[in-house]
């Protein structure tokens, strides 16, 4: 059974950096898109950012010039580095795979449990 597993995830001070990142385990033979999603306390999920497996990305205007999101395809693993960092990107971070082709067979999506990411002085 494919599974998902951030790391990367803490405290930071305003303007900092960190990287998260994904790593997907089990039988892959491949995932169409991934993607980094958030949630504020009392918010909805939002998409930060995407990946398809050919390398088109897409991000949330919010993160535009400050997020970079990468893959790589053979590891199954996703990235996403987060520059100047803002206190309004405190969220628990998800990632998710959509399209996933394993040895059990095609999954629609798959969710990680989240990584806390904490941004204060």
């Known amino acids: 059974q494919v599974q998902l597993v951030e790391s990367g995830g803490g405290l930071v001070q305003p303007g900092g950096s960190l990287r998260l990142s994904c790593a997907a385990s089990?039988?892959?033979?491949?995932?169409?898109?991934m993607a980094w999603y958030r949630q504020a306390p009392g918010k909805e999920r939002e998409l930060v950012a995407a990946?398809?497996?050919?390398?088109?990305?897409n991000y949330a205007d919010s993160v535009k010039g400050r997020f970079t999101i990468s893959r790589d395809n053979a590891k199954n693993t996703v990235s996403l580095q987060m520059n100047s960092l803002k206190p309004e990107d405190t969220s628990v971070y998800y990632c998710n795979a959509v399209g996933v082709v394993g040895g059990s067979g095609w999954r629609p999506e798959v969710w990680g449990p989240g990584t806390l990411v904490t941004v204060s002085s």
């Open positions: 990946i398809t497996s050919g390398g088109r990305t």
């Open positions: 089990g039988t892959i033979f491949s995932i169409n898109r």
